[in-house]
């Protein structure tokens, strides 16, 4: 009878388990969204335009929270680090991170975001030995210099080129593909300078010799030369090089940049928010890392077509 | 006859009580009921929302329509007063026709980026706002041109496209869904024709389509042309880059209404809706997840509820079970006590039945005892009718033999022997008599076998000899009377009644305590007996030679079995021409006189374990 009397208190006991789990259940469907806090420079600028616009995207569709940082320019780890910390303070659940300039940019990132998840949008990290092994969501950044290289390999010129900072991973590897892609023609690097701090750049390549052809690995150097010569105020060398914004391919569009290679923001942007969603969600989820989509323009051929128009629309 | 194996009796294995039937029973009653309830309950709230959501998808689209129409109008409106109002109506070189162009964009540059007149060449004649056509553009290869040469009476809508003719400063490319229609041109005196194209902006369309997304909880709608094109989707991004589909081609096709289609790999309610004039269908889609979504939660509160009724049943159902049982269970209590030996009384309580049970049981028992009681004396009487007769076929041939001697003796002139013979008779009798009782103790009927074997020495001129081998410890023990003296009877006709003195005929009685018991051995060297006749001789009373006194062992056998029980008794070897040994074991009670007097009511034994 006692024995009976001890399974009944054990089924109940399961049962009632059972009930407070839905129960449980009922109400964790009214806990707060995850919180993503997106750091990127220059925030409000319109190159990251197709970037947040796909971040929203995902975010909607995986009922997340995103916070865009409001930021001036981040000119090195310390300024990303402050960011981080006041997001920190803000309950925040992961990262995604435009990561500064600057050899201490990598250890200053798991120092500070500790147990908290963090994804890189792009690999702005120092050249070491390997790759970085944070995971990084970014296009082929070789594969872009080598397309910019067989756009100048076509003829004999000089070839200058610029780019923000030297030991950014993904400006080495552009400078590596173009080197590739030029290896065995007429085309030759006559100089690479890098951009500087309050650098005025234009007067900067007055120093340097008269290239034939300037490749801009600065999305914002170039839209400042492009907009100069659209302005009649820049003559001289062809330019080409990498943009994000819409501004860029209107320059294109317009005569007053060569060639353009243009990364798919608002694909670097969904699947950031969408891979650092899983981890928040699974703590055993590994992040990986994607290689992403880029448009390629050419000055010569630039047409309206359904799939620039499509790919326009990120844009929108 | 088969040897049949008994299965083992499975039955047994699931035999429940009743308190565990009822249990049961009513948990599967009401686990039964819960479960079809819940499962009506749930679909029916299912049924409910996904009614409710098309309901609301419906009157959404339908309101979504309704706006879209009103705006697309206006901007055919803009279209025709620009026709009908100034391009038919001013000359196209005149000021009149460029401020009431002018006049017309300004009012409506909401809705609309541009305005343009071309003549068949493709040259531009007029456009609102003012700029510079972008080089190399050709007008004539553009889908709204060729649509507006193509049928001329018509206004053609095209689909949402980069707007690819003027120059923009702003570094911006504009969406813009253009309307065109081939017109009349009045230039001068001589009649023109022309395209006039309205950009509407894109924005038009996608501030009324996102408005209705942005608070739709899953459910959305979008806007294809007639042929599927997409003019607008809230996912229309991931839609470009294959991060999500849309059977758009399929729902387009629908008539106005409400389907189930399949898309992405899940089902979908789709609501469809056609614009007009357009031609356009304006779908709202009620996804499979989303529904999911809503029934999920109410599927939880479904199972918390079922799982919480469960436990209160299984514990209202245990007590209003343990109740029921409870009499039950307290009667078959009482009735197992009663089988186990106890005098409990028979548990009378609960339902009527019940009570009734326990009085019919009770009754039962009560008559029951009342029979046994009756048996067990009749039983005894009737033992004691038994013992009497076999007592009473034993005095009157002691007697006979007996008095047979003494009459030989005296006939025989041997008048002290005689003497001697009658003086054991008397004492032979006493012990016989011993006041009509049926126990004695062992020194008495010794005592009376002595008198006996010291008359049959003399009757056959002490042929054999007798030897007596008692323990003392054995004579103050019960015995039922003249057992002994049959067996001597015996051993003398059988055994050493036949021998010559010189053939040393001897028969020794010997008696000692075994354990809890006593035996006493009657030993002979006489002739035995045969196998047969010693297989028969204590079971078969009518293959026993009648000799003697007349009373075989087989009689002692009985009376000391029916007094003390079946594992008393004789046991008899014999072998022929070496002798027999007839031994008797009766259990060793001392003689009292209350243990004769009990014995003799036949309590003694009953009362003794195992008895």
Partial sequence: MKKNRMKFLIIEFLLLLMAVFFVWKIFDQNVAEPRIAVILPESGDKRWDALIKGMKQAAAENNVHMIICNTEEIDGPEAEREFIREQKDNDIDGFIIYPAPGHETENMLKKECGNKPYLLIADGLAVKEGKTASPTIQPDYREIGRWLGERLRTKKQKVGIIADWKMSEAVQAEICGLNEALEGSESKISWCIYRRKEQDIVERIKKETKADALVVLDAGILEEFGEQAENGTYEGAELYGVGYSLKTIALLDNGNIQGLAVPDGYEIGYKSVEEITKRIEHRSYKMQGYITEYQVLGKENFSMDEDLERFLYSYE | ?611
């Fill in chain 2, 1 to 611: 006859m088969k040897d049949r194996k008994r299965k083992p009796d499975s039955r047994k294995n699931i035999a429940l009580n009743i308190q565990s039937i009822i249990l049961s029973v009513l948990m599967a009653i009401s686990l039964v009921t819960i479960i079809v309830m819940g499962l009506l309950l749930y679909h029916r709230f299912k049924l409910a929302l996904e009614k409710t959501a098309v309901d609301n998808t419906e009157a959404t689209v339908e309101a979504t329509v309704d706006r879209l129409n009103a705006d697309l109008l206006d901007i055919r409106q803009i279209l025709n007063g620009a026709n009908y109002n100034i391009v038919q109506q001013f000359d196209i070189s005149s000021r009149e026709f460029s401020e009431q162009f002018s006049l017309l964009y300004e009012t409506n540059s909401d809705k609309i980026q541009s305005l343009a007149l071309y003549d068949p060449k493709g040259n531009l004649i007029a456009s609102e706002p003012v700029a510079a056509e972008k080089k190399n553009v050709k007008v004539q290869t553009q889908e709204w041109y060729k649509n507006a040469e193509d049928a001329i009476e018509n206004i053609h809508f095209s689909t949402p496209h980069i707007q690819e003719l003027f120059e923009d400063g702003s570094y911006r490319y504009q969406w813009v869904v253009s309307l065109s229609r081939y017109v009349d041109v009045n230039k001068g005196e001589t009649p023109e024709t022309g395209i006039l194209l309205l950009d509407m902006k894109y924005s038009v369309i996608r501030d009324v389509m996102k408005q209705i997304n942005d608070c739709s909880g899953g459910i959305y709608y979008y806007l294809t042309s007639q042929d599927g094109e997409m003019i607008y989707h809230p996912r229309g991004t991931e839609l470009n880059r294959g991060l999500f589909e849309e059977n758009s081609l399929d729902a387009a096709k629908y008539e106005d209404g409400t389907y189930e289609i399949r898309s992405g790999g899940q089902n979908e309610t789709v609501i469809v809706g056609s614009v007009a004039y357009t031609g356009w269908k304006m779908i709202g889609v009620v996804p499979e997840s989303v529904q999911a979504a809503n029934y999920k939660n109410f599927r939880y509160y479904v199972f918390a509820t079922i799982l919480v009724l469960l436990v209160m049943l299984l514990e209202g159902n245990q007590l209003v079970s343990r109740k029921i049982s409870k009499p039950i269970r307290e009667l078959d209590a009482s009735v197992k006590a009663h089988e186990a030996g106890g005098k409990p009384d028979i548990y009378i309580g609960g339902s009527s039945e019940i009570r009734h049970l326990g009085h019919s049981v009770q009754k039962s028992y009560e008559q029951i005892e009342k029979l046994m009681d009756e048996i067990i004396r009749q039983q005894n009487e009737r033992r004691k009718s038994e013992l009497d007769a076999l007592q009473s076929q034993i005095n009157p041939h002691f007697l006979y033999n007996t008095l047979e001697s003494i009459t030989w003796m005296v006939e025989a002139q041997e008048n002290e022997a005689a003497v001697r013979m009658i003086s054991e008779l008397a004492k032979l009798l006493r012990v016989s008599l011993s006041r009509g009782k049926t126990i004695i103790p062992i020194k008495d009927e010794l005592q009376h076998s002595r008198s006996y074997m010291n008359i049959q020495l003399a009757r056959y001129k002490e042929r054999f000899k007798t030897e007596f081998r008692i323990e003392e410890e054995i004579e103050n023990c019960c015995i039922v009377k003249l057992v002994i003296q049959p067996i001597l009877e015996n051993a003398i006709y059988y055994g050493v009644g036949n021998m010559d003195e010189d053939d040393g005929g001897m028969i020794i009685v010997s008696g000692k305590k075994k354990d809890e018991d006593i035996l006493i051995t009657i030993e002979d060297n006489g002739m035995g007996m045969r196998e047969e006749v010693l297989e028969n001789i204590l079971t078969d009373n009518s293959k026993v030679p009648k000799h003697g006194s007349g009373v075989g062992v087989i009689n002692v056998h009985s009376r000391i079995r029916l007094m003390f029980g079946e594992e008393y008794g004789l046991s008899i070897e014999s072998e022929p021409d070496e002798g027999t040994r007839v031994t008797i074991r009766i259990p060793a009670i001392p003689y009292t006189p209350e243990n004769a007097e009990a014995l003799e009511l036949q309590k003694y034994i009953q009362r003794r374990p195992g008895g």
